[in-house]
Structures are given as C-alpha cells and as structure tokens.
C-alpha cells in the first residue's frame, strides 16, 4: 500500500504541475514521467482509459502541439516513462486501482 500512496501523491503533484508546464513548455522528462503513470493507472483500470485520456488532454491544454511531439521524441522522454514504469512493475492490481481512482477523485 505504500508505494500506492507514492503513485497517488506523484501523480497529483505531476497532474498539477503539468498544467504550468503546459503554458510555459514542458520537458520531455515530465511529460514522459506524465504520460507513464497515466498509462500505468489506465491498465490498472481499463474502464476509465478514457478518463486518464481526458485528464492528460486537460492537463497539456495550451500546449503547442509540435513541442509535445518534440517531447516526445526525445531521450529524456523514453527514458523518463521507461523509469517510472519500472518503478510501478511490482505493484499490486488492487492497490493500483486504488491509488488511481483516488487521483481521479482528487484531480476532479
């Protein structure tokens, strides 16, 4: 449970930065520490895929379009996704769904 409580707490403090990010230029390593746990909580929960699709549009609005892709597109960014999902690999099913659903609740 205590790693779900890391993923809870992350994942707002990323969620609630990225909207700043999103006007002032975000990193690849954020943007792939973002997109990683999002991807994370939706298949803990393939029901609220859409959500976490919905929360990341949301949290990336404003951004220019072409330096989201450049984000993407780097480096830092594979690295950072491929970080933060090994650092989720040995969590439980349940305590992901948890973790997330109580993110979306927070984030609403």
Do not use: W
């Not at 999103?22 to 909580?41: M, N, P, V, Y």
């Amino acid at each position: 449970m205590k790693i779900a409580t890391y993923l809870c707490s992350f994942s707002i403090a990323m969620l609630s930065a990225s909207s700043a990010l999103a006007a002032t230029g975000i990193s690849g390593e954020s943007l792939g520490k973002l997109q990683s746990t999002l991807d994370f909580c939706a298949r803990g929960n393939p029901q609220a895929t859409l959500e976490y699709r919905s929360l990341a549009m949301q949290r990336l609005h404003g951004a220019n379009a072409g330096a989201v892709a450049r984000a993407r597109n780097t480096e830092e960014y594979r690295e950072a996704y491929k970080a933060k999902r090994a650092e989720f690999a040995d969590v439980a099913k349940e305590d992901v769904a948890a973790a997330c659903e109580r993110m979306l609740t927070a984030l609403d």
